[in-house]
């Protein structure tokens, strides 16, 4: 495996993601209670003995670039090879722009690679989730001598519009081949994941071809390019959606779950802070759930994710719910059937995720939040006593002063105003599910929250934490 390059492509905007996606990469965004989604891209390379690692980023890279850093967790910080980040440039005699898809973001790094050793080149999307030993995958490009080998494996039929679908011979061949169809012939989809030739990517890859799936697959089968499949039956899932997301975290609670994070064997590994031991008190009660280290838990957590440094209070009761890194739940307040990011602050008696009106879609994002799930931007504090209904999207760093009221109705939107932040107790406003209109709020003390002073040690962040 000396011989292949991996380029990992992490630069996606994740816009399905809501607000989870709006300040970080999706391959940044926390998973599993203590990782990142690109953690296992990065792991399944160096479980597989690739040790010369390229990734390139566009959106929001400072995140990714914190976390990856010089790649140590990952034993990926080396003279030769290692891991390198690789952003958008201007070049001379080129039209300053983004990358405009997948394929031309490995054109415009073209002569990274071709600087790399040996012929084969791995490309790999940054933003999903998955183990693969790519050995025999790699193996099996080499053995047909193929232009492109990929990665393919059966999904469900109500996903596969959204990926690239195709048919193979009996020999691996890929003989049809349709990028996100409206009506789906099969149910063998692409995971986003080719073994190339350098000589496919030179012959291949053109200014007018921007993306793998809609461009560069369609004309090499066309043109009678050596493309195959490489069939994979193991764990993956992409978890490009709210629902697909919550989902991947919340299986990970079962018996024997799919994806086994404590397989010694092919360990994921992470950039982690050094953090206390979870602890569990007297008044604590938790059922089936995945505490970090750092969490601090009184009250109750039930079918739940928690991140490090997360605190629940006594009485506090987090139910089939997603906490991301250093958020408190005051005491007595209820979370359920939600997702928080990271430093969000509930206050005491308040409740997210009330009523049982899980159709009642968000106005804001009807798309994305319509499935019962309500999703609290990073900083956010919650004031005391607030009742949030479902759907509901909850902006990065409101304050008390920016609720309507003290009941939030499903699929409503509370947020900072656009145009400049509020100074503390001026108004702001709200997207209410009935009419859609927005409507100037009513200020409610800012005090009652606990606001930021009152969050206590869930509110430190730890030594070399990253701040997305």
Request: hydrophobic share 40%.
């Amino acid at each position: 495996m000396k011989r292949t390059l991996a380029v990992i492509l992490a630069g996606g905007e994740g816009e399905r993601l809501s607000i989870l996606s709006s300040l970080r990469a999706k391959p940044a965004v926390p998973f599993g209670g203590k990782y990142r989604i690109i953690d296992f891209a990065l792991s399944n390379c160096v479980n597989s003995d690739i040790d010369n690692v390229v990734v390139l980023t566009q959106y929001n890279p400072r995140s990714l670039n914190d976390h990856i850093g010089m790649g140590r967790p990952w034993d990926l910080d080396r003279n030769y090879g290692g891991v390198r980040m690789l952003q958008p440039y201007i070049a001379r005699g080129r039209v300053a722009e983004w990358y405009r898809g997948t394929a031309d973001a490995v054109l415009q790094n073209l002569n990274v690679i071709e600087q790399a050793p040996g012929d084969t080149v791995l490309v790999l999307a940054g933003d999903h989730i998955y183990k693969m030993d790519y050995q025999p995958f790699v193996a099996a490009h080499r053995r047909h001598r193929a232009d492109v080998t990929i990665a393919v494996r059966r999904v469900p039929l109500a996903d596969a519009s959204r990926m690239g679908i195709l048919a193979l011979d009996e020999t691996d061949h890929v003989v049809e081949w349709a990028e996100k169809p409206r009506q789906p012939k099969s149910d063998l989809a692409s995971m986003g994941v080719y073994v190339f030739s350098k000589r496919a990517l030179r012959q291949w890859l053109t200014d007018t071809r921007s993306d793998f799936g809609h461009d560069v697959i369609p004309a090499m089968i066309e043109g009678g390019a050596r493309v195959y499949g490489y069939r994979f039956d193991g764990y993956w899932q992409d978890v490009g959606t709210v629902q697909s997301y919550w989902e991947a975290n919340l299986a990970l609670l079962a018996d024997a779950p799919e994806l086994d994070l404590y397989d010694r064997e092919w360990v994921i590994h992470t950039r982690s802070e050094e953090r206390a031991p979870a602890k569990i008190g007297s008044t604590a009660q938790v059922h089936r759930s995945l505490i970090s280290h750092g969490c601090v838990i009184n009250g109750s957590v039930v079918n739940s994710v928690l991140s490090p440094g997360v605190v629940v209070d006594v009485g506090a009761v987090v139910r089939d719910s997603i906490i991301l890194f250093d958020s408190v739940i005051r005491p007595g307040a209820v979370v359920d059937r939600s997702i928080l990011d990271k430093d969000v602050a509930v206050g005491p008696g308040a409740i997210i995720g009330e009523g049982t009106d899980f159709d009642v879609v968000n106005r804001r994002e009807p798309g994305r939040l319509n499935t019962g799930i309500t999703v609290v931007g990073k900083r956010a504090v919650i004031p005391r006593g607030v009742r949030i209904g479902r759907n509901v999207l909850v902006g990065e760093g409101v304050r008390a002063a920016d609720f309507v009221s003290r009941v939030i109705r499903s699929g409503s939107t509370v947020e900072r105003p656009r145009e400049r932040q509020p100074r503390p107790g001026t108004r702001a406003r709200v997207t209410d599910s009935s009419d859609g209109r927005e409507a100037p709020t009513g200020v409610l003390d800012p005090t009652a929250s606990g606001s930021d002073a009152g969050r206590g040690s869930g509110g430190l962040r730890a030594s070399g934490e990253t701040s997305d």
